[in-house]
């Protein structure tokens, strides 16, 4: 990263960006499990009780914190950019990653 | 005793090499009076510009630790690195040589993206009154006083990564003029800044706002612009 990129609002760019394309990636398995239940329903029983695993859990909250990043990020750009702006706003970076921390934790908490 | 800085500067073309020169540490002292000695004492044939030196005229920008910055108002303490500077020229522009880099494209995506004022009158006609409070002239003023130094375009990721973005200095011009009650282009003005390159290219990273040396918003002109030609905007 360029030293001149070093900043705030560049990280939310960046945690918006990122989480999207890991999003992107997960899409499709995502929609091939929910495939199963539509002709192969004992396959989509048995995917759900391997999935629930710690290891899995905790692949899951990843996504949680993802999807969360993703949201509460997209949400801080639709606000730069259509309501009446002056300055970066930093705050709603900030209160962007608070969001996803506290996400992250509630399902942690909801999980184990 | 006197206290040495090292400085590296950028010295040939685009497949040009940092040289290291000893200059002295003095108070107060600015990264361009780090470059001027250089110059003066150390190496005749260095290369750069510079023409106010208070932080008028935008000409004197370079990179310095890898950040564009004015160099005439950046003091040395401040930026320096265990007494060491690394001073290249500005990015995303070709370089002529040395610290020297050609601005022609910096200023041609001025015109591209619509910056050139056009009125109606003419100086035979009484001058328009302009309410100084009014939203517009507000906008106006918040975006008027860029001095061209090309540091914001030499820190936007998308103009690197994009030849035909226009980049933020020519989108802030445009929003300028988009609040300028006496520009009477504003239909070629909605056409340019729309157009492939225009304010849409921009991811908002705001590199541009926080490295501007006067303290202007470019991230937020070009936010504007976005908002005000879209559905939700008043549209000119």
């Not at chain 1, 930093?90 to 509630?106: E, M, S």
């Not at chain 2, 005793?1 to 003095?26: C, F, H, N, Q």
């Not at chain 2, 520009?183 to 705001?206: E, I, M, P, W």
Request: charged share 20%; net charge positive; proline share 3%.
């Amino acid at each position: 990263m360029r030293q001149s990129s070093r900043h705030t609002s560049y990280f939310a760019f960046l945690g918006h960006r990122l989480s999207g394309l890991a999003l992107a990636l997960f899409l499709p398995f995502h929609f091939l499990v929910l495939g199963l239940a539509l002709d192969q329903g004992n396959r989509l029983d048995d995917f759900l009780k391997w999935s629930d695993q710690p290891l899995v859990k905790m692949a899951e909250w990843g996504l949680v914190g993802l999807l969360a990043i993703h949201l509460a990020f997209g949400l801080r750009l639709l606000m730069l950019e259509y309501l009446p702006w002056v300055g970066q706003r930093k705050h709603l970076v900030w209160l962007g990653g608070g969001f996803a921390a506290i996400a992250g934790v509630l399902f942690l908490i909801r999980a184990f | 005793m006197t206290k040495i800085l090292t400085v590296k500067i950028w010295r040939g073309g685009k497949d040009g090499t940092l040289e290291s020169y000893s200059v002295p540490a003095r108070k107060s002292q600015t990264v361009l009076d780090v470059v001027t000695y250089i110059q003066r004492h150390l190496d005749a044939d260095l290369s750069y510009r510079f023409a106010c030196r208070v932080g008028m005229c935008g000409s004197c920008a370079m990179t310095v630790n890898g950040v564009p910055r004015w160099t005439c108002r950046t003091h040395v303490d401040k930026v320096s690195q265990d007494g060491q500077l690394i001073i290249e020229p500005l990015k995303n522009l070709e370089i002529i040589r040395d610290l020297t880099t050609d601005m022609v494209p910096f200023f041609e995506k001025w015109e591209k993206a619509g910056g050139r004022f056009e009125g109606k009158q003419s100086r035979a006609d009484k001058i328009t009154a302009i309410d100084p409070d009014s939203k517009k002239r507000l906008a106006a003023s918040a975006a008027i006083e860029c001095i061209n130094c090309a540091v914001c375009y030499s820190g936007c990721d998308t103009v690197r990564a994009r030849d035909d973005y226009v980049g933020p200095a020519a989108l802030n011009r445009a929003w300028s003029l988009f609040n300028d009650e006496k520009h009477t282009g504003q239909r070629k003005l909605k056409k340019s800044v729309k157009a492939d390159g225009g304010c849409y290219t921009c991811h908002t990273h705001a590199n541009c706002s926080q490295s501007c040396p006067v303290d202007l918003d470019p991230a937020g002109s070009i936010a504007s612009l976005k908002r005000s030609y879209s559905m939700f905007g008043s549209r000119s």
